[in-house]
């Protein structure tokens, strides 16, 4: 078997890998390094829709192709907001133009390889990444593609494992039926049938929109929940009688504060694979960006990567990992948990949170918000696992 021997070696190009070499491309320190990015798909399909909220400070990708000023909130007990959410934005991102402008930025750079190939296998003491084209060695190998310990169901009862499922469909109608200048941020007038679930609207103008039925729960529903569920909300709550659907989504997103190692040996986990989605929410695109330019930022400066800098703060951790636990043992429903932070705090405190900008006061702020009780629970049954979130 051919061994090829690199500086860098990206395993798996999605939004961590591409952003990793997009990232190392626009710092000249790189250019010093021969990088192989290994994937094994062209990634031009548009797979997933990736929407995030922003302040216009944040430095991101030149492929925002829509923005929203305002978003409404539907919570329990007749509660609703359309929420002021300025200085930010919700932005949307599709993959496709993610994945077609990295590819650019790739090609540009002499010292960036692509190769198409599937990878088997990880040896992190060599750095030996085993493909169908041979072993790619790398000093240092970033790997977003093998995760099987996050989707493993773990043993281990003092983390949680939960799931971010969901199912939307791109409807167009013949009448103005959406509110183009909001999204719905969630919806939970929805049954909850024990677990967290809400709709979710992206308008994309006043006849068509992606409305997404999602759920948090360790388990993923029969396929034909998502799709009655769907047509329900649609006739019963928007009141739209007929529509196309254009397109439809189905995605799972890992919701977990299981210990997760950034390095082993020569390998960097990163993306899903290394805890880069926020385990209270599931979002990662903008936590993808932060992360990637704070880790390559601290290497240009010291000459070493530090994989400390691909991880949040314990404190961040800790909160995630009591959430979860409270969704998980159902000590307080979701609906009522949101509802109370949303129509107590301004959204902005909220998001600002969720960012992990926050400061210490507004923490105790925000964590005075919810039942403090059953929280406190919650953080109790999580001693046992402080040490290791
Ligand atoms: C449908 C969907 C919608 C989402 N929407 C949002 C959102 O709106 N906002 C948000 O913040 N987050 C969202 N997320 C969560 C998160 O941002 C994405 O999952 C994100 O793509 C994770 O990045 P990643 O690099 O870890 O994984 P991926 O982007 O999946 O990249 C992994 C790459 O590894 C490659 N690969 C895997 N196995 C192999 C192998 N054996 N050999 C070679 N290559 C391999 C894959 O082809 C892929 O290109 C969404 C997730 C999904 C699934």
């Known amino acids: 078997m051919s061994v090829q021997k690199t500086d860098i070696v990206i395993a798996g190009a999605g939004l961590a890998g591409l952003t990793m070499a997009v990232e190392m491309a626009a710092r000249p320190f790189f250019d010093q390094f021969r990088i192989v990015i290994l994937e094994r798909d062209e990634k031009t399909a548009n797979d997933r829709t990736w929407c995030f909220w ?19 909130f539907f919570g329990i007990n007749g509660f609703e907001r359309r929420l002021g959410i300025q200085p930010y934005t919700y932005n949307m991102v599709r993959s496709a133009d993610f994945y077609g402008w990295a590819k650019s930025v790739i090609q540009r750079k002499s010292n960036m390889e692509w190769v198409e190939t599937d990878i088997s296998s990880i040896d992190h003491d060599t750095g030996g990444v085993h493909t169908g084209k ?16 996050i989707d493993r169901k ?21 009448t103005p039926a959406f509110d183009p ?21 992206l308008p994309f103008s006043d006849r068509k929109a992606l409305v997404e039925y999602t759920v ?25 009688r007929e529509f196309v659907t254009e397109e439809t989504e189905f995605g799972i997103i890992p919701m977990t504060d299981l210990p997760i190692r950034n390095r082993e040996g020569r390998t960097f986990h990163i993306g899903t694979a290394g805890g880069f989605v926020k385990g209270s929410s599931g979002y990662a695109f903008k936590r993808t960006q932060r992360k990637t330019a704070d880790f390559l930022n601290g290497w240009v400066s010291t000459g070493a990567p530090d994989e400390s800098l691909l991880r949040s703060k314990w404190r961040y951790r800790f909160y995630d990992s009591v ?3 409270v969704l998980k043992n159902r000590l307080v429903p979701g609906s009522r948990f949101f509802t109370l932070l949303f129509s107590k705090l301004p959204a902005t405190l909220v998001f600002r949170f969720l960012d992990e900008d926050s400061t210490f006061a507004e ?10 009780l059953p929280f406190t629970r919650a953080a109790f049954l999580q001693m046992p696992a402080f040490h290791q979130i």
Do not use: C
């Open 323 to 325: 959430l979860l636990r």
């Open 363 to 372: 923490d105790l702020r925000l964590l005075s918000a919810p039942p403090t």
């Open 216 to 240: 948090f729960s360790p388990e993923l529903l029969p396929d034909e929940v998502y799709d009655r569920e769907l047509s329900d909300y649609i006739g019963n709550r928007l009141n739209i």
């Open 134 to 149: 041979g072993v790619f060695e790398g000093a240092f190998v970033f790997n977003s593609a093998i995760r099987d310990f």
């Open 154 to 174: 773990s043993e281990d009862t003092r983390f949680t494992q939960l799931l971010q499922h969901f199912k939307g469909w791109i409807i167009e109608t013949d």
């Open 54 to 72: 922003a302040d216009p400070e944040e430095p991101l990708p030149p492929v925002i192709s829509r923005s929203w000023p305002a978003a409404h």
């Open 181 to 201: 200048g909001a999204v719905t941020f969630m919806d939970y007038r929805i049954e909850q049938g024990g677990d967290t679930r809400f709709v979710y609207v």
